[in-house]
DNA sequence: CCTTGTCAAGAGCACTGCTCTCTTTTGTGC
DNA sequence: GCACAAAAGAGAGCAGTGCTCTTGACAAGG
């Protein structure tokens, strides 16, 4: 019984894996504007209505390929990483530069994570775990070490949203420690969309030293 | 002649004015991936094609949507500025606070300029003069002011690309200040766009106590 | 064997951007 | 005042889209 079952929806899984993989490969190419249903199946030897058996709406197909970029990207941040062999601050701008090449390497699967929200909105609940890997990548470089904490005036709203991200991460830092962790995650990611949406074309247009330099600024901020 | 001519040409000017201004109520509903030429049209009583005697594609379309966005938030951001009676950084407070206010109310007007660059890429050339808008508002806070400047090792790339900008915006900064308005200038936008494409729903939701902790962070970390 | 559920195919609907051709309007020089 | 030319709108049509519905083939389970 489960074997029969089994074999039925390995067929499906593995033609849902090929639908997928091959829409990943128009979006590099179209980008998810361009992306057509109709197109994927044509090039797959299906007709356009066979693929609604797998994904009930284009929509559905690109929240599932978002989902899967924030695995990738997130995979990429912590292969960066050297581990806990190397200095945090050598792991902290390792894990810049990885998440930079990942996006560098895949711009539109970027753009279809951190650019505008194309679709009716992706559900936030399914993103958000996998959303938050290269965040916390950056996190555990500072958890195990002796973390200078930085003093300064937190107002209250701010300072009890820094709390209870401190005790869902187990992590030992300050109001004023976290609000300069989320300004870094922020400045990383800020600096990617502004180097692939073409926004420092006019200042800094080879941005590879400028965010180096960024990064470096950064680790400095977060107290490394 | 000259007013025969100019007849024509109101009307057609005034005509092209209230294709775009259709165009941006849509854009607001339905967003850049669902704005519709034949529904502006059917909108303003026209057919399809007539709009076709006015812009040439809808992709040009756009892209003079995008043009008029970026002078409207450089002009919010402006408006913003209390100007040199100010003290430097209440201005640039002011200035961080009334470009987010701006983005939050044109969302889907933000996502076009500082979204992924949907169309067949919009030409550079048009948009980067208006894109700069915000960035000299907040670089002019701190021309004539005394800009204790900051030193750093800053590698020759940057260093190169930095002395470029202070010549072509006269102002008087060492490499590592502007590098570090550039920085700032990154975290202004990537801040605004994580609020508005909800990348702050898991840690700072209401994104306000940190969005304005982190304009004084910033107004700081650049020498202010 | 025969029922039952799964899947792909194909036709079709309503919509899109865009391109033609045709007709109407509008301003101008004679 | 009138013929002429330029400009602008109307309408049909093309190729493409997402998506729905019905129909026919096939395989698994009783």
Redesign the pocket.
């Known amino acids: 019984?489960t074997?029969?079952?089994s074999?039925?929806?390995r067929?499906?899984a593995e033609?849902t894996q090929e639908i997928k993989d091959e829409a990943r490969r128009q979006l590099a190419d179209v980008g998810a504007h361009g992306?057509?249903?109709?197109?994927v199946?044509?090039e797959l030897?299906?007709?356009?209505?066979?693929i609604?058996?797998?994904?009930?709406?284009?929509?559905?197909?690109l929240t599932d390929l978002i989902v899967d970029a924030y695995n990738a990207i997130g995979e990429a941040a912590e292969q960066a990483d050297p581990g806990t062999g190397a200095a945090p601050r050598e792991r902290w701008l390792a894990i810049w530069q990885g998440t930079r090449d990942w996006a560098r390497a895949h711009p539109h699967e970027y753009a279809l994570i951190y650019g505008s929200p194309i679709p009716g909105y992706a559900a936030p609940q399914d993103t958000v775990v996998p959303a938050s890997r290269v965040a916390l990548a950056l996190v555990k470089t500072l958890t195990h070490t002796e973390l200078r904490n930085i003093d300064g005036e937190v107002p209250p709203e701010l300072r009890a949203q820094a709390e209870t991200l401190t005790k869902a991460l187990g992590i030992l830092a300050g109001p004023e420690t976290v609000s300069r962790l989320l300004m870094a995650w922020t400045q990383l990611f800020g600096a990617i969309s502004f180097d692939l949406f073409g926004q420092y074309v006019g200042s800094v247009d080879p941005a590879d030293a400028f965010f180096a330099h960024s990064a470096k600024r950064m680790a400095e901020f977060v107290g490394l």
């Open positions: 019984m074997a029969t079952r074999a039925r929806e067929a499906r033609l992306l057509s249903l109709r197109a199946a044509r030897g299906l007709v356009s209505s066979a609604y058996r797998y994904f009930p709406s284009r929509d559905r197909l």
